[in-house]
């Protein structure tokens, strides 16, 4: 469980953040939205502990994120998998790598890497471009691989930060029903997006933002602002 | 423990080698810094064989009388030879001095065939003494000067004052030498984390990226710190490798100039200990390098 208590954020005095209260549960399907500039992305860096809250705290289980420590942090990201609008895949390595990296920083074995990674690469698709390069993949190709990155340590959670801003339709539906697929695995999703479209498809929770603040937070919702 | 070392060392070797362009530049900067160093260093190996060379000139020449008797001379001769700041003393004889001046002109038969005109001793035998440091012929000069030394002598030759004031000199040029070594060794330094720096900075992004999926503080830096090693290594070997030609090149032109010194050689009979030298060098200023740089990028 997620609990945001009293949360806010600025920047220089200009506040990115104010005043949220926000309960997600384990294994819900969640939609950010809201124009840029309406704080989605701030509260998926709060979330991540990427940026720290100007006050407020928030929980993940019983665990609070705005007092982890340095050393605590990497463990706290590994229990949640994030994929990013620009994908965040590392270069100079290969798919197969891309994704091995998620397991090769929590310490797996070698032999579970090999087996895992390239389970998880079929998942996504991208079993047959395991030994390409980023720079060889298609955009949706890539973000295939960041999802398969973001679930390969099986995480109680996943964000996803406008995951299909850089795609065409096509490969946006295949993204999303991606994280659908593994949202009925059990899995929390947290996905940020302002695509219209999409929120009306999937019918889940929705939370709307404008300047900062929830102004909008219903079961089934739709896209409205 | 060991298979996330394992895993660092194969990540920064693989980093290494997949950003050629990257690792050949920051290579090429730090070999030329590595160069630099090198350079002063053999500079000053050149600067400390020509002061050792004029220091092994100083002597003090002992002229006797002719009828001092050879016992008596070379009992001095002993007496001089125990003393702690004397290296060397080499006895001249009267005939030996002859044999020299015959020698010196034997191309000159007026000069010879008038030396045959003399009769018996005419070339007074000298101690010719060497001193270990310019700074101990005082004693020596003191020690001859004895009054049970003093009826024996009939001159006492020194060289002191030329050498005194050409040591000055050297051990000037030494000096500013050293200043201006540390000076250029900083530059060096500053350099190679500059260019670390900007090899970091080109790969903050993926930095960026291996915190936020997770990775701890020493498993992202440890790659890099490998390949600030790798720099390191192989800077120091490539700047070896072309110092070689150099010094062979140039080692005849230098020996023309100071005399007694075969850069050539000195190079070749050093070349691990000095290329020990680079390699320590290049490779802390390496990993420290890394590990300054890249620390901006870690705080995500």
Known sequence: ?225 | MVNALGRVFKTGMRHFWRNGWLSTATISVMALALAMILGVLLVSVLMGALLDNLKSKLDVSVYFRLDTPEEEILKMKNDVLARPEVKRVEYVSSDDALARFKDRYKEDQTILASLDELDGKIFEASLNIGARNPEDFQPIVDFIKDPRFVPLESKVQENRDVIDRLSAVITGIRVVGFGVSIMLSAVAVLICFNTIRMAIYTLRDEVNIMKLVGGTNWFVRGPFLVEGFAYGIVSSLVTMVLFYPLVFALSPSLARFFPGVNLLDYFVSNFVLLWLILLVAGTVIGVFGSMFAIRKYLRV
Do not use: C
């Open chain 1, 1 to 225: 469980m997620i609990l945001f208590s009293n949360v806010s954020k600025y920047y220089n005095s200009h506040p990115a953040l104010e005043g949220i209260n926000l309960k997600i549960s384990q294994g819900e399907f969640v939609s950010i939205v809201g124009q840029s500039g309406a704080g989605k992305s701030t509260l998926l860096k709060l979330l991540i502990a990427e940026e720290a809250p100007t006050q407020g705290r928030i929980y993940l289980d019983d665990k609070e994120i705005t007092s982890i420590s340095r050393t605590e942090l990497p463990y706290l990201r590994r229990r949640i998998g994030t994929v990013f609008q620009d994908f965040k895949l590392l270069a100079n390595r290969t798919a197969f790598e891309n994704v091995a990296f998620a397991m090769e920083v929590a310490g797996s074995p070698r032999k579970e890497i090999a087996q895992d990674v390239p389970q998880i690469l079929q998942l996504v698709g991208l079993e047959q471009k395991a030994g390409q390069f980023p720079r060889e993949l298609s955009g949706g190709e890539q973000q295939r691989v960041a999802i398969a990155r973001a679930l390969v340590h099986q995480p109680d959670i996943i964000i996803a930060d406008e995951p299909t801003g850089n795609l065409d339709p096509l490969n946006t539906w295949d993204v999303i029903r991606l994280l659908m697929k593994i949202h009925e695995l059990g899995t929390t999703i947290i996905l940020a997006t302002h695509d219209r479209e999409i929120i009306n498809t999937i019918n889940k929770r929705v939370i709307s933002f404008d300047k900062g603040r929830v102004v909008r937070d219903e079961e089934g919702g739709r896209y409205i602002l």
